[in-house]
């Protein structure tokens, strides 16, 4: 057989599908302060009789695929920071970035790859993507993305709808992403938790898991929610009713904060307390409240993100990201002052109402304003071209005159998504310690004629244009007409 069931054959013997880990994507153990048996309302008891909801049940049983230390030299590297080095070395080794410079020392058992003509960057973050929830091939019984029985559905989580197997994941390895966050769809005003993944062949959701990232929980602004519903003859059917559906639940969701506060605090000091009763839809706006899960907002006008910063701030929580925001450009200011990003298309516009009055230069004129402008996909064949999608808007941005250098804008693609979703302590930039998420480009990635040669996760090479055996392919493409599109 060609190729071997989601782990590539050139590393099947060293990783034996390493990604899944030796407890096959189970539960998790427990509470995070050591449970040591479980109350009646699903959350842990621990030693000191205190009860406690376990925040990650589903932990990542991620595990990097095994890599040889790795100098690419010659090569003009982009950090992903803002800086550029001509004629530079990176040096990859035990799954971290070990050197970036000029000259690099690497150990004489190194794989030495010549970068000369060639660049360097950190991988691709899409910080907006629907993958595994609306699997290849689009059909119907495959669309597991938005929950669209009530108006709130914070409860449901998007990595209980992940298909591992969606051949979109090795498609998007291909561009040079190499982290994704999947979202719930935008038909609710809550559509429930998102989840960070990595790129690589598993055959669990749990396997796949960006290891410690937060979750977060997707909203939605506008048109999306209130057709939905006001369709159906039931709130929200009109702005206003979006927006008294969000106080109404955040007033809800601080209440509840409120019951479990009291209640730990009562009971950490032996005082006699009952626990609240568990509810799954706040238990994920109360992880919101507590700093713990970060808001994805989608939102299209300016006037609407006003508003959502303003009930954040009435709340208490902090939106991370407005996603789509094709008129953040007319509250740059505000957007960087408040220290939100903004997760845009380079050029959509037009396709609906709100969506109407989106310009070309809207991601660099708020990276101009000192925001933290992000290139998202939403959509699985823009995922396959975001490093085009950033050219086009990198090119908008200096025909108006803003004098944005390459090396600024491959952050909209790297350290901003990766600010977004949290994860920026780990991966997003070349620097020594963070993750070995590397992609070497055959020519310069702002180009339409440049692909991803290699790509590499935690230090591992997953994908090489010029080697058929790491292409990785999906199980459910075995046999498939155009597998793996190696024609």
């Known amino acids: 057989m060609k190729h071997i069931l989601l782990c590539m054959s050139a590393l099947l013997a060293l990783s034996a599908c390493a990604t899944t880990g030796s407890s096959g994507g189970g539960q998790g153990s427990g509470s995070s302060t050591g449970a040591a048996s479980k109350a009646g309302n699903g959350a842990s008891l621990t030693k000191t009789s205190v009860v406690r909801i376990d925040p990650n049940p589903y932990p990542s ?31 990859l080794r035990d799954g971290k970035i070990v050197a970036v410079g000029q000259t690099v020392e690497a150990p004489g058992d190194a794989v030495v790859i010549d970068g000369r003509g060639k660049f360097v960057t950190p991988g691709v973050i899409d910080a907006h993507s629907h993958m595994g929830n609306y ?62 993944l990595k790129t690589v062949p598993s055959r669990t959701m749990q396997g796949m898991k960006f290891p410690d990232a937060p979750y977060s929980v997707k909203m939605a602004c ?25 106080r109404q639940t955040w007033a809800r969701a601080t209440e509840y904060k409120r019951e479990w506060d009291d209640y730990t605090a009562k009971a950490e000091k032996g005082e ?97 304003a000192g925001g933290c402008a992000i290139v998202h996909s939403d959509d699985p064949n823009g995922v396959q071209r975001l490093n085009q999608e950033a050219a086009k808007a990198l090119g908008a941005g200096n025909r108006a005159g803003l004098n944005i250098s390459k090396a600024e804008a491959w952050k909209w693609l790297s ?64 046999g498939q007409p155009g597998e793996g599109d190696a024609k």
């Open 222 to 246: 506008g048109e999306n929610p209130k057709r939905v519903y006001g369709g159906r003859n039931q709130p929200p059917g009109s702005r206003m009713g979006n927006f008294a559906g969000y």
């Open 61 to 91: 049983t991620y595990q990097p695929y095994p890599g040889a230390p790795t100098l690419i030299r010659g090569a003009t590297i982009l950090d992903g920071k803002g800086g550029q080095i001509e004629n530079g070395e990176i040096l």
């Open 415 to 478: 350290l901003n998504p990766a600010k977004a979703l949290k994860i920026d302590d780990k991966t997003g930039s070349l620097d020594a310690g963070k993750m070995a998420d590397v992609v070497l480009w055959n020519g310069d990635p702002f180009s339409a004629y440049s692909r991803a040669e290699k790509v590499w996760v935690d230090g591992a090479l997953l994908f090489d244009a010029n080697n058929p055996k790491l292409r990785p392919v999906a199980d459910f493409e075995l």
């Open 272 to 368: 006699k307390a009952s626990a609240p009763k568990r509810d799954l839809e706040l238990d994920t706006l109360m992880g919101v409240l507590n700093g713990e899960i970060t808001v994805q907002h989608h939102c299209y006008r300016a006037d609407e993100m006003a508003n959502v910063i303003d009930m954040s701030k009435e709340f208490g929580y902090k939106v991370s990201a407005f996603h789509h925001g094709v008129e953040a450009y007319k509250i740059a200011d505000l957007l960087a002052k408040e220290n939100i990003c903004a997760a845009l298309w380079a050029d959509w516009w037009g396709f609906k109402m709100e969506g109407y009055d989106g310009i070309k230069e809207n991601i660099p004129f708020v990276h101009a």
């Open 135 to 196: 699997a290849a091939p689009g059909v119907q019984a495959h669309s597991d993305g938005n929950e669209v029985t009530g108006p709130v559905t914070a409860e449901v989580w998007a990595e209980h709808g992940v298909w591992p197997q969606d051949p979109q994941f090795t498609r998007a390895l291909a561009a040079g992403v190499t982290t994704v966050h999947i979202l719930p769809g935008s038909a609710n005003l809550f559509g429930g938790r998102g989840v960070t």
